[in-house]
């Protein structure tokens, strides 16, 4: 396979194929992110991409799921894309879900109608940082768009039939904001409504916009009791039909996995009791961004 630069892929992804049909990040301004810092957005040459299927054709026989990296590849035109599905379905006839990266800029250029094209054509599941539902840390933190936006993107998709799932950033606004963003983020998913909700727990990495405002003050990063406090309202605050909310990422000081709505209350006990001192929890030494 051609893989340029570094590969991202959600946790859910671990065991897909990974089909790179874009480099970096078409936005690549957010504070907090250095995922693509040194690579420069572009979109791969069909002849590439439809090289790599023939490559998994060949090579990836038993992996029934493949995602579309990088960045934001649901930005790739619409006539691309399809053709890029259609080879998939045609080539590997075993991969029976289909995902891919999709930001607020990514979902605007499509109409509904493509994203419903899509979705039939085989693309079933997208992925959306959020990160806050907060518009002040959502400004800072230059995410590009508003909780407006984000909520009306989001239903845009959901619309078209495919699964969304959205990651939110625990600790992102800060101690100051803490429990407002907490607030807001639960308002803007319970407004989309996705099927998943994969929660993060902040690190700052060096080199980051956001680790330069740490160092001189201007942002504090709420320690380990109020990103569980945060967790907690947010999760509070989140009302889904149908959902799940995990924050058992790498980076999570606390493992939850909780189905929405029936799982709430006792989410919220657990949640209750760590703060209480009565669960352990991760140590820093051990989280991973
Ligand atoms: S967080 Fe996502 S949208 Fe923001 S710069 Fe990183 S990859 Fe791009």
Same mark, same amino acid.
């Given at each position: 396979?051609?893989?340029?630069? %570094? $590969?991202? !892929? ?38 590439? /991409?439809?090289?790599? /299927? ?20 649901? @930005? ?7 053709? $890029?599905?259609?080879? @998939? ?6 991969? %029976? !879900?289909?995902?891919? #990266? ?22 079933? $599941?997208? #992925? ?8 002040? &840390? ?12 984000? /909520? ?26 803490? *429990? =407002? ?12 409504? +996705? ?13 980051? +916009?956001?680790?330069?405002? #740490? ?6 990063? +709420? ?8 967790? *907690?309202?947010? =999760?509070?605050? &989140?009302?889904?039909?149908?959902? #799940? ?15 929405? +709505?029936?799982?709430?209350?006792? &989410? =919220?006990?657990? /949640?209750? !009791?760590?703060?209480?001192?009565? $669960? ?10």
């Amino acid at each position: 396979m051609d893989y340029q630069g %570094n $590969i991202f !892929r959600p946790p859910s992804e671990a065991k897909s194929i990974l089909l790179q049909v874009t480099t970096g990040c078409s936005h690549n301004k957010c504070t907090f992110c250095d995922m693509y810092k040194g690579s420069r957005f572009s979109i791969k040459s069909d002849e590439t /991409i439809m090289a790599d /299927i023939d490559f998994a054709e060949q090579n990836c026989k038993w992996q029934e799921r493949l995602f579309i990296c990088d960045g934001d590849a649901l @930005i790739v035109p619409q006539k691309r894309l399809l053709n $890029i599905l259609g080879k @998939i379905r045609q080539k590997l006839p075993r991969v %029976n !879900r289909i995902g891919i #990266y999709a930001n607020t800029k990514s979902i605007a250029m499509k109409s509904e109608q493509e994203l419903q094209e899509l979705h039939q054509a085989g693309l079933d $599941i997208a #992925y959306m940082g959020v990160e806050s539902g907060d518009d002040v &840390t959502l400004e800072r933190i230059r995410k590009g768009s508003d909780s407006k936006r984000l /909520i009306e993107m989001g239903q845009k998709l959901t619309a078209s039939g495919m699964t969304l799932s959205l990651t939110v950033l625990i600790g992102v606004a800060g101690r100051e904001r803490s *429990q =407002i963003h907490a607030r807001e983020t639960g308002r803007v998913l319970t407004a989309i409504d +996705p099927k998943y909700v994969g929660g993060l727990s902040l690190m700052l990495n060096p080199g980051t +916009p956001l680790y330069e405002e #740490y160092e001189r003050g201007e942002f504090q990063l +709420p320690d380990t009791l109020e990103m569980l406090a945060e967790l *907690q309202t947010m =999760i509070e605050h &989140t009302e889904l039909t149908d959902g #799940y909310f995990h924050a058992n990422h790498a980076s999570n000081y606390l493992p939850v996995k909780a189905r929405l +709505p029936e799982q709430k209350a006792e &989410t =919220i006990r657990l /949640i209750d !009791r760590a703060l209480n001192g009565e $669960i352990s929890l991760k140590p820093d030494y051990l989280r991973a961004f």
